[in-house]
């Protein structure tokens, strides 16, 4: 079964601070893709990454990095000097192959303090 | 990106009751989703919104219970029927757009509130 697994309910940086939340998926297909969503306590969902199967690099968008090992299985989402503003659940997403639904994990609830 | 609005944004019902949420989208999209999230929980997709076709529903889901509508390529129902206490979550819409070469992003909608009492 497809599956995504969040292993931290909570975690806690410094302001500036950089961090990393975990995320390992399981699936057989070849082809896939790997996202990150913040939720703010608003309750919108907001892209912040993507990561496809057969990218060779990590992807970076600005301060957020995705640290992709495909054979551990692991889409870590590495955030560099959290700001206070970070802070807010976070889901790691998986969309299986030839599929457009999203699979989310149970996310990673991060806390940001001065 | 795609900018999507949700109606309501809250509401508090009776059970054995049904509410119906809208999705509108600034732009005409192909694929439009429903998610819903339970208190404390992950989304969970319940359906898959195609214009012009049934909804495809995901397992656990069936459409006596949540009845989709997609009438034109910019907008979405979807109907909370006959309502429990377990209803009570935030429903989600969202839509894809092409955002790569080889991936699509999805955007999501605002997001309704959901009590049932």
């Known amino acids: 079964a497809q599956k995504i697994t969040q292993t931290q309910p909570g975690m806690f940086v410094q302001e500036k601070e950089a961090v990393t939340l975990d995320c390992t998926y399981d699936?057989?297909?070849?082809?896939?893709?790997l996202f990150w969503y913040k939720q703010p306590s608003s309750g919108e969902m907001i892209f912040l990454i993507y990561q496809g199967s057969y990218d060779e690099q990590n992807a970076t968008e600005g301060r957020y990095s995705l640290n992709f090992q495909k054979a551990r299985k692991s889409a870590n989402l590495v955030i560099s000097a959290s700001q206070l503003g970070d802070s807010a659940m976070y889901f790691c997403a998986m969309s299986p192959w030839n599929t457009d639904k999203l699979i989310f994990g149970t996310g990673t609830r991060l806390q940001v303090f001065p | 990106s795609a900018v999507i609005s949700q109606k309501p944004s809250r509401d508090i019902c009776q059970r054995g009751t049904s509410l119906t949420i809208q999705c509108q989208v600034d732009?005409?999209?192909?694929?439009m989703f429903w998610y819903r999230q339970q208190p404390g929980q992950s989304l969970t997709l319940i359906a898959t919104?195609?214009?012009?076709?049934?909804?495809?529903?995901e397992s656990g889901f069936v459409i006596d219970k949540f009845p989709i509508s997609r009438p034109n390529l910019t907008f979405s129902t979807l109907t909370v029927s006959n309502m429990s206490p377990e209803d009570s979550s935030i429903y989600l819409c969202s839509v894809e757009e092409v955002a790569g070469d080889s991936y699509n992003e999805q955007f999501f909608g605002p997001g309704t509130r959901l009590t049932v009492l």
């Open positions: 699936t057989s297909d070849q082809s896939y893709g």
């Open positions: 732009s005409q999209v192909t694929m």
């Open positions: 919104a195609n214009q012009g076709s049934e909804a495809t529903y």
